[in-house]
């Protein structure tokens, strides 16, 4: 199982991007599903979640109301919309599938997640 990630790029501060989470091998609709990020000299942070069950959403406070994580059902993807960024927000992004079948709530916990993709760079220019 893994899952891709796609959809970062360069942009404006003030900006929008979409990343995608796609997931080969697995089912990502039965899974909590997580976003983390990484900038250089930093740790990896957690952004956001989605629960498997009942679409349960969380999010890292700096990126609320900025950020919306969604399912799309149809395809089996996770997506990250990123609006309003800011120059803080430029890391590598990283999507994760949970360990075990989801729950009602999810947690942007690493210890909680063990597939990982190879994440996509986003860059924020002020």
């Known amino acids: 199982a893994q899952v891709v990630e796609s959809g970062g790029g360069l942009v404006q501060s003030g900006g929008s991007l979409k990343l995608s989470c796609t997931g080969f091998?697995?089912?990502?609709?039965?899974?909590?599903i997580g976003w983390f990020r990484q900038a250089p000299g930093k740790e990896r942070e957690g952004v956001s979640c989605?629960?498997?069950?009942?679409?349960?959403?969380f999010y890292e406070d700096s990126v609320k109301g900025r950020f919306n994580i969604a399912r799309d059902y149809t395809k089996g993807t996770v997506y990250l919309q990123m609006n309003n960024l800011r120059p803080e927000d430029a890391a590598v992004y990283y999507c994760a599938v949970s360990k075990t079948v989801g729950g009602r709530y999810c947690a942007i916990v690493e210890s909680e997640y063990d597939t990982w993709g190879q994440g996509t760079q986003v860059t924020v220019s002020s």
């Open positions: 091998g697995v089912t990502l609709d039965d899974y909590d």
């Open positions: 989605i629960s498997a069950a009942e679409g349960n959403t």
